[in-house]
């Protein structure tokens, strides 16, 4: 599979668990939001893994599952720290790689993105 080792998993526990999946769903902000900026939001981000299950109702019908591995594990408050206070890591501002999470014009595309 061409998908990296995490997407397998979640992809391959979700269908096990009846949901259908599909992999690197792209979005971006509109072109028609206040805050859009050409430079800044033209390149597309992915959801790397949706889960739509067709039996159940409410916050478990759909899955949504960013999956991101760093060497060390995940320090939470490392990037809230990072985001919090605009540093670099890794050659781009800490915001950029929680987008969804941390600007307003990409949650609502997010949010576009994923079926109610």
């Known amino acids: 599979m ?10 391959e526990y979700l269908q096990h ?8 769903i792209k979005f971006r902000p509109a072109g ?4 859009y900026n050409t430079r800044q939001d033209a390149v597309h981000s992915d959801i790397d893994v949706i ?12 899955m949504v599952v960013s999956c991101k591995s760093w060497q ?9 720290d990072a ?9 781009r501002e800490a915001w950029r790689g929680f987008r969804e999470l941390t ?3 990409w949650a609502a595309a997010f ?3 994923v079926p109610s």
């Open 103 to 105: 600007r307003e014009k």
């Open 111 to 113: 949010m576009a993105t």
């Open 2 to 11: 061409k998908e990296d080792i995490l997407e397998q998993m979640v992809d």
């Open 32 to 35: 028609d939001h206040a805050e």
């Open 72 to 80: 060390g594990g995940f320090r939470p408050e490392y990037w809230i």
């Open 17 to 24: 668990k009846g949901y259908f999946t599909r992999h690197n």
């Open 83 to 91: 985001i919090a206070n605009n540093k670099v890591v890794s050659g």
């Open 51 to 62: 889960g739509i299950h067709p039996r159940l109702d409410g916050v478990r019908r759909v």
